[in-house]
């Protein structure tokens, strides 16, 4: 992001900047001398990437159980007592150790669910092999949580913490009215204040990212939580970016009516309303928000992979619904995925000549899926972008001029 004048503007939509600024622009990549070529190292981005051979990120499935009873659960058709077992752990620790630790590879492990805090047995387990495995062959291992946070306590950082733990990702879905509904115990009982007190401990231990699953109805309250987060003493500083996300129909079937304002898709005017709405007001109470940036999807980079409970191998979370979409099992490995899943579909004259194609890459994939049960088309976000991208930039802009710093 740059600010510049009207005048510089005018002269960059003619095509005549100075030479000073074509120069910057150049470096900055805001400007091209050769848009074929531009356009052409787009196309192969994706392949530049997975060739750089980055960290390799598995998403391990530790059970299925929850302690929370959340009515729009993604997953809930397919929730319940479900843990790894033994077997299934000890062949993930060999395969990762053999294949990814043992060539070379720094990994990183993201432990899901259900709730994965309720097998930490098995986390601990896992995690202590696989740091074992990485020092002994002078890599790097780390994880991460995807937790509702009622079992995040400090205590439990600390043990964790030694154990290569770097950050949690905890879900808060607006101020306790509207949290304690769409997220309360298996009980009943409401779960915000405990989330509430638990992210207040340990927020100067560990890197958290909060965010919420709003509705059309309710983004609006959303704010409030924030007002709470400061009340508890959290400094914004000491988190990672918030972001807030529209509530989805469940996985595994086609979209159907079951949860109310939940959303369809992604060029719904309210989508864009409520993003703006909530990415305001989570600036101006100091907290940092995710910039626009280049969204290649999991399922094209070769270095992510899913590991569900069982052993069976996903490219998202969001397919485990759907059980044709599983690309292999840990005992024989990973199959040929690119049909199914439809990789560089992207790869079109309208996506290549699309001006927001890097941060797009045809859109997800989880939307087509649940309108007809198969990856059949783009997520276009065009109409999304055209509507809310310069006024999310210009946020950016004020709030960071508000800080006293410059674009």
Known sequence: MVRISGERLAAILEGNPGADDRATLSRLELWTDDPAAERAGMADIVALTNARRGTFVATVVLTLACNLACPYCFEGHFRGDFPMDEATA?????????????????????????????????????????????????TKFSMSLVTNGTLLTRSLVDELLPLGLKSAQVTMDGPSAVHDRQRPFASGRGSYDVILANVAAVHDLVTLKLGGNFTRDNFRAFPRMLDDLLAAGIDPRQLDPIQFSPVLPKSGRPIGSDIAGCLFANDEPWLIDAALFLREETLARGFAVDKPAMGICMVELEARLVVNRDGTLYKCPAFMGWPELAIGTLADGIGDYRDSHRLDFWKTEICLDCPYLPLCFGGCRLFPLLRHGTIDGLDCRKAYYDSALEKFILQDLRHRRGRGTSA
């Open 90 to 138: 000890r062949l993930f620790v060999e395969v990762v150790t053999r294949d990814r630790i043992g060539r070379g590879r720094d990994v990183e492990i993201r432990f899901y669910g259900g709730e994965p805090l309720m097998a930490l047995p098995r986390l601990k387990a896992i995690a202590r092999s696989l740091q074992h495995a990485a020092f002994s062959a002078g």
